[in-house]
Structure formats: structure tokens, C-alpha cells
């Protein structure tokens, strides 16, 4: 299988591989990106506000900032957020910075927003602790209208956002996008992790606001369903 490779250097990082995958000029686009394990969950179109105090991921920023680049975040599966390189889920979501502040010499905060969906491939870690990880980028959900029986979610989510601004949601607002709503909802709501990386997977918009309505009922916070 032919690959077309670009290497930017010594560390190989976001090294694009462009994999033929069947006859014609079909193509699967392959990246290498740095991986930063985190115990959230991160939705495409979603904020991640930072605190980067660690060498590893203060080295990644500044190389980030300096060429536009986008790291990708991934829950946790087995160790820590800080110290000895932790386990990722292999399904996570890239993630660009759109605002940063120095802190400190070694210290930025960080505003981030959630972009594409992807799938780790392969993985190594760097001396320094940085795991890179080669992605293969996962399609989106199609947009599909929010079912009478979900209306009650949407109503829920306008709430939420009504008392914490508009400013806190990524434009444009889609109320009528399955998807969208459910990845809101699952931000705001005290929903167990699994949970939030159950949606991250799934590429079905119903069952995606399904897991929501779930979390809802187990909170005891109504089932979100209409009947």
C-alpha cells in the first residue's frame, strides 16, 4: 500500500500520511498529533480551558501557537492526569488553542475548542513524556432534526444556557441539531465519564441523545422523553 509521507523534522510530529485504501483515488488522511490525556471528555465544538504547567505540555503549546497547530485530548482510560505518561481511549477529539495567557515563564492558560473526532492508530511516547499518536480522523454525524419525543432536552439546554450566557457555546447555536444538543447536554450535565465518551463514539445522533436522556433518568432529573 503506497504511502505520500511529509516529515517537519526531527520530532515527526503531525507528520501527514495519506494511505491509498481502495482503486480510484480514494484516500484516508492519517496525522500525527501530540496526545494530552485528560479525565474529560472533549466534544467537537466544545470549550477546554487550561492550566499548562507540565514540560512536556508547556513544550507543546509554544510549538502549537507557533504554527497553528492542534493537539488532541483524549479521557483517560488507566493513570494520572500529571506525572508518568497516562493510557488514553483511543477515540478523542483534536483541539485548537484560540486564546492563551503567560502566566508564569513555564505556566499558560489555555482556551481551547474541540474541532474533529479521531481515532488513535498508533502511539509512542516521546523522553519527555509526550505521547504522539498517529490518527486516523473519524466522519462526523450527519445533521439530523432533534424528534418531538427529545423536545424536553432542547428545552433543557436553552435553559442552561440561558443562565450562563451565550458566551459560553462555540457559534453558530444549532437547537435543532441532534448531535449538537446532545454534545451540549453532556458538557453541563453530571453525567458519569463513560457516559460523555459513549456520545464522543457514537456516530448515531438519536442514540447520542438517547445516552443523555439516560444520565437524566438516572439522575432523577426525568427521562427527557415526551410520555
Known sequence: M?????????????????????????????????????????YPGGRLPLRIFEPRYVAMTRRCLAEDAVFGVSLILDGQEVGAP???????????????????????????????????QRRETQADGLILAEVEWLAG???????????PL????????????EGELVPPLRYNDSAWVARRL????????????????????LQQLSVVAGALAALGAGSGRAG
Not at 517537519?8 to 494530552?36: C, E, Y
Not at 454525524?141 to 423536545?151: D, F, I, L
Not at 450535565?189 to 457514537?202: D, F, G, N, T, W
Request: one cysteine or more.
Open 2 to 42: 503506497p504511502i505520500l509521507e511529509a516529515s517537519d523534522g526531527n520530532l515527526r510530529w503531525q507528520r501527514a500520511r495519506l494511505s491509498k485504501v481502495n482503486p480510484g483515488w480514494a484516500f484516508v488522511v492519517r496525522l500525527q498529533i501530540p496526545i494530552f490525556p485528560l479525565g474529560t471528555v472533549l
Open 86 to 120: 497516562a493510557v488514553p481511549h483511543a477515540v478523542g477529539c483534536s483541539a485548537r488553542i484560540v486564546d492563551s495567557t503567560v502566566l508564569e515563564a513555564d505556566m499558560f492558560a489555555l482556551l481551547a475548542i474541540g474541532e474533529s473526532a479521531f481515532r488513535i
Open 141 to 151: 454525524p450527519a445533521p439530523m432534526p432533534v424528534p418531538s419525543e427529545y423536545a
Open 154 to 165: 432542547v428545552q433543557l439546554l436553552r435553559q442552561a444556557v440561558e443562565q450562563m450566557g
Open 186 to 205: 453532556a458538557e453541563r450535565l453530571p453525567m458519569p465519564v463513560a457516559a460523555r465518551q459513549r456520545i464522543l463514539e457514537c456516530a448515531d445522533p
